[in-house]
């Protein structure tokens, strides 16, 4: 067996389970032992039921008292059983839809339950724990183990046990970085990182490991971006725009006076596109400042001169946002648009209309999720390509457009702090625009960061709030129950209830998630700009872009399970009209590190700084880190979160490219499972 060998020639692996891995990508051996973890677990030592810590996962040891019962509601099943220590404490746990458990949870028997675990006066609750045997779980205890993404017909511990079977062949890679240069970049060798990805030593070996096969993804990445640095070059403009006096008479009308950098940007903006070159622009402004209009700017002078515009959003919440604001601007200010909305669920008939007019050229301003780039839609003449919070597409639109036979100006507005760098290679030869600066209107957020002993006063701040006329965001984690293993996250589904219940007639409460269809999502999210909710409790599917002025409080729970940067989108939900706005930070986080993460938020509103410190913060201690950006499809690195790794593998390139010339990338992109 080598890196080479079909995945059918290791140890354990049949025709069934060599099906299943080529149909998640997975073809040879290498292709398997860089398929990576997920994320980790360390397993903990087991402690009596009294020590337990609340909140947190334990493992504890029991035996049951008596059968697991089981109960229904609303299409559900609950197993519950009561487990006792010797000391003679129990334990209450819960299993959901697992009806086969009932066979097992017999009265009498012994078993390790590992899992979060809730304290309600002197009661301990455990939800969906995993069940060990005593002698199985002793042999785990204090290691750390890997977890894959499984699928229905593949286990995660399964495909731990087929990599085991393989991972000897990691030795065939020959090593290109001198120890020096693994000690600069606090780095493993590669056999070694290969070995401890899945099988780590411990937590440090582990964040080495790790950083060495980041290390290696993105220089496979920057070294094809480096060989074919020609291929940047921009594009001539064929059929240059000419400027519009739309654009100055929308600024006339509009209720407000633009700011100096939307000023600056819209003026760099037109000045490309009605120049020599294809316009390939990066426009970098902070949440709420004002990016959408400088965007509407550029779609307006391209509709003016008989062309397309499209304008793409992340999420279809964001996209009908759009296209709701764009469409109530043109009716009140008269613009020359047709705008058009396209997403992936819409209805057929609507959705082959709306095809119509795109091809025809009907239309001349698209907007949409990356629905719009799908093969059945044909555009008459499509000259500018905007993309908002772009971070969250792939890379390098212009191949993928040019794939497509589109030739366009494109604009990139992002709220996320990139070196230029990493800019230069992320989007190819671009210019970049600064928005430096919020516009006039706005008062600083006010943060604090809480525990859940004052979610009453929170509530009533809240409710004072809402009394002045204004509207308040709630953000948990979890959509139900039954989602995860820690119960002790706030769900929307049960803190939506508790709220109703909390504020009665005096507060009208919606809640919105992921999991609900598109229509209802955007219904929702259209009542609750026209105000006919004071709360929206909602996952973080309102992280990006979703601007209600009249929204001043935003109340984060489980803040310390958000990202950094993250928190800083969600914390711009507020503060976009001209009244004070606030920011509540819920966390029982109990360790510092948790703790200090959020005090930079507390510390400072200015996106690039706490882009800088999120990075500062991390560390070995953390095991798998929240991805932020979700930009580019790498396995492991996220170019947001790993920007050193990024900027380490740019300072080493000239020194080790004589070394790595001639190796064969091998940028695998499996199907997400
Ligand atoms: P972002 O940069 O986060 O995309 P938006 O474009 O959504 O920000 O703008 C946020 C809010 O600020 C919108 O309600 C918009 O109408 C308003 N806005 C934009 N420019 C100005 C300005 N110059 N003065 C006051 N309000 C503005
Ligand atoms: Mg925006």
Known sequence: MNLKSDISSVKGVGEKTSAVFRDIGINTVEDLIHYYPRT??????????????????????????????????????????????????????????????????????????????????????MTQPQMYKLDEYEKLQGTIGPIYSSTKDLSAARIAKNIQNCIDVRNEYEEYLSSDEMAEGNMLGLAESL?????????????KARRRLVFE??????????????????????????????????EDRLPFALTNAQKKAIEEIIKDITGPYLMNRLVQGDVGSGKTLVALMALITAAANNAQ????????VLAVQHYTNIMKMSSDYGLCIKPVILF??????????????????????????????????EFKNLKLVITDEQHRFGVNQREALRDKGIDAHILVMSATPIPRTLAMVMYGNVDISIMNELPKNRLPINNCVVDSS???????????????????????????????????????????KELKEHYGDRARIVCLHGKMKSDEKNRIMDSFKDGLYDILVSTTVIEVGVDVPNATVIMIENAERFGLSQLHQLRGRVGRGDSQSYCILVSDAKNQESISRLKVLNETNDGFEIARKDIELRGPGEL?????????????????????VFMLVINMYDRIFERIKDRVSRRIDFRTI
């Open 309 to 316: 515009g499209a304008l793409m959003a992340p999420t279809e």
């Open 344 to 377: 992936g669920k819409m209805p057929k008939k609507a959705r082959t209309e709306v095809l119509e007019k795109i091809r025809t050229g009907e239309a001349n301003v698209i907007i949409g999720t990356h629905a719009l780039f799908q093969d059945e839609v």
């Open 454 to 496: 004052f979610q009453k006063k929170s509530l009533d701040f809240i409710e004072s709030e809402i009394k002045k006329g204004h509207q308040a965001y709630i953000i948990c984690p979890m959509i139900d129950e039954s989602e995860e293993d820690n119960f002790n996250l706030k769900n929307v589904t049960e803190f939506t």
């Open 40 to 125: 980790y677990e360390k397993f903990e030592n087991i402690t009596a039921i009294k020590d337990v810590i609340s909140g947190e996962r334990n493992a504890v040891y029991g035996c049951l008292i008596s059968d697991a019962k089981m109960l229904r509601f609303s299409g559900k099943t609950m197993i519950t059983a009561y487990a006792r220590d010797k000391d003679g404490n129990s334990i209450e746990i819960k299993y959901f839809n697992a009806n086969y458990l009932l066979k097992v949870l017999k009265r009498g028997s012994f078993y390790v339950f590992r899992g979060y675990v809730k304290t309600v006066g002197a009661r301990y609750m």
């Open 195 to 207: 070995y401890n990805i899945h099988m780590p030593g411990n937590e440090e070996m582990l964040y």
């Open 217 to 250: 993804e993105f220089l496979d990445f920057y070294k094809g971006f480096r060989m074919q640095e020609g291929g940047y070059e921009r594009p001539q403009n064929k059929n240059p725009f000419v400027e519009v006096a739309d654009c100055k008479r929308l």
């Open 624 to 644: 798998s880190g929240v991805k932020q950006s979700g930009a580019l499809s790498f396995s492991l690195g996220d170019i947001m979160n790993d920007s050193d």
